[in-house]
């Protein structure tokens, strides 16, 4: 099922007449159309442009042209690629690249933020989009709110909020995400780098003042970073239906092997902005991650992938994550990584169990996330 979405945050507003007389549309009409608009948007976005047209499983389907997986995002009927692109600080020829390559393979799952770059990610995104006349129904729109940029679209399909600080009520923060799905802005809001206690506590003020609940925790996820994902955010996905968006499946380039022999000139860490990434690497633990990395990248070699594709796709392979946000800078890395795809169906009981004995770190759970 396809839904075309023709309505613009101009017709909701109301039209000119034929005369260039101005509407007369009442607020209730106004916000009778948005109620409308908002329920449209959200059905084609949870059947997804990508699925195939046959019968599809609410927890997982294949795109039968790219091979893209799709999942629900935590117990909401938005679809999301199981890759997802975060677009951070590219220059524009660059960001058509990777929007270009992403989109083509599948992916359609976009994340941006207000802050990053300035602002200016949010406009590039906006002017790829509407450069490729892309159906805005085929794409999922995610964002973080600061100070109200324009992204040029009617409304984005997920906004995030940050964690929050010790000064701000929780039922501010739940109010404030209500107000913005209400207006149309937004048709979900989800969580970054929250708690469970304070996830916890958003869905009890939302049931609460009969408001609306987040749906997802954007939360970092690798192989040297596991407990919050398999341990806290299950329980909360089965008990609020809060799902996992997760992201540095490469922990910002560490478990791609660039750093075994020291820090590259060229690389991240060698930046003066990165000097704790660089103190993290050349640390007793981060030369223990880097052995561990170089018995995995055998592991890889066996299951004819590299080391960060074998990386991805373990993140892949934990069923309670919805989507994997992939933070490229070029071409190259992006169409390796999303090459995981290719791996996720050999992370089988006994490949993670390898894993798991080289990484000795799996965190004790109730239940066993393996393929």
Not at 100 to 126: H, M
Not at 280 to 289: A, F, P, T, V, Y
Not at 352 to 358: G, K, T
Request: glycine share 8%.
């Amino acid at each position: 099922m396809q839904v075309s979405i023709a309505c613009t945050e101009h017709s909701l507003k109301g039209r000119n007449g034929e005369h260039g007389k101005p509407s007369t549309t009442s607020p209730g009409v106004v916000n009778a159309a948005r109620a409308k608009f908002r329920t449209v948007a959200i059905i084609a976005r949870s059947f997804g442009s990508f699925t195939p047209r046959h019968h599809i499983s609410l927890k997982e389907s294949t795109g039968k042209h790219t091979g893209m997986k799709y999942r629900n995002l935590g117990k909401s009927g938005l679809r999301v690629s199981c890759l997802g692109l975060g677009e951070y600080f590219f220059t524009y020829p660059v960001a058509e690249q990777l929007m270009t390559i992403a989109y083509e393979n599948g992916v359609n799952l976009f994340d941006t933020a207000e802050v990053y770059a300035a602002g200016r990610a949010e406009i590039i995104l906006g002017n790829i989009i509407k450069k490729k006349c892309w159906r805005r129904s085929s794409l999922v729109i995610t964002t973080k709110l600061y100070w109200g940029g324009k992204l040029q679209l009617e409304y984005v399909d997920v906004v995030f909020a940050n964690r929050p600080d010790s000064n701000t009520p929780m039922e501010e923060i739940v109010r404030a995400m209500t107000y913005v799905i209400n207006q149309g802005m937004a048709m979900y809001w989800g969580t970054s780098r929250w708690t469970a206690m304070e996830i916890t506590e958003a869905y009890s003020v939302a049931r609460q003042f009969n408001l609306i609940s987040p749906v997802c925790e954007q939360a970092e996820y690798h192989l040297f970073q596991r407990e919050k994902v398999e341990v806290q955010l299950p329980e909360l996905y089965h008990k609020i239906g809060v799902g996992a968006m997760t992201w540095s499946p490469l922990a910002c380039g560490v478990i791609t092997g660039k750093y075994e022999n020291g820090i590259p000139e060229s690389s991240r860490a060698s930046m003066k902005s990165y000097q704790w990434l660089k103190d993290k690497i050349l640390s007793e633990d981060g030369r223990k991650q880097q052995a561990k990395l170089k018995e995995l990248s055998h592991i890889a070699e066996k299951l004819g992938c590299t080391l960060p594709q074998l990386a991805v796709a373990w993140c892949l392979r934990n069923e309670g994550v919805s989507s994997v946000l992939l933070g490229t800078s070029n071409p190259e890395q992006l169409t390796e990584n999303l090459g995981a795809i290719q791996v996720l169906p050999k992370m089988t009981s006994h490949v993670v169990s390898e894993i798991d004995h080289i990484l000795a770190n799996r965190p004790n759970t109730k239940k066993d996330y393996r393929s």
